[in-house]
């Protein structure tokens, strides 16, 4: 059984840098797409940035494009999202997510597409 579990959230001032981690347990293989997604009190859960098996970025939002960058180490079963100059608006629950199924970066960013999340990881940014 696959679980995913985030790491390295925590509270920063604007400008500031994190660097999340999603850690996958019971894959073998680099056979998941997997993306980054966050989800702000009152808000729908949007999409921040996705990668393909092999490691090609599919998809990253226009809100965090040039601030964000998504990678993923097969051989340690494991996705970061590196985020440097954080605004206030980044305050969200992080989640990781994956699916044996994707490729189209038109969806890429799209919760449905997805049918394994980890709990999450708070990330909060102060002005």
């Known amino acids: 059984q696959v679980q995913l579990v985030e790491s390295g959230g925590g509270s920063v001032q604007a400008g500031g840098s994190l660097r999340l981690s999603c850690a996958a347990s019971g894959v073998v293989g680099a056979v998941y797409y997997m993306a980054w997604f966050r989800q702000a009190p009152g808000k729908e859960r949007e999409g921040v940035a996705a990668v393909s098996p092999g490691g090609t970025i599919l998809n990253t939002a226009a809100s965090v494009k040039g601030r964000f960058t998504i990678t993923r180490d097969n051989g340690k079963n494991t996705m970061f999202l590196q985020m440097n100059n954080l605004k206030p608006d980044d305050t969200a629950m992080y989640y990781c997510?994956?699916?044996?199924?994707?490729?189209?970066?038109?969806?890429?960013?799209?919760?449905?597409?997805?049918?394994?999340w980890g709990p999450g990881t708070q990330v909060t940014v102060s002005s």
């Open positions: 997510a994956a699916a044996i199924r994707g490729g189209y970066s038109s969806r890429a960013l799209t919760p449905s597409e997805y049918n394994l």
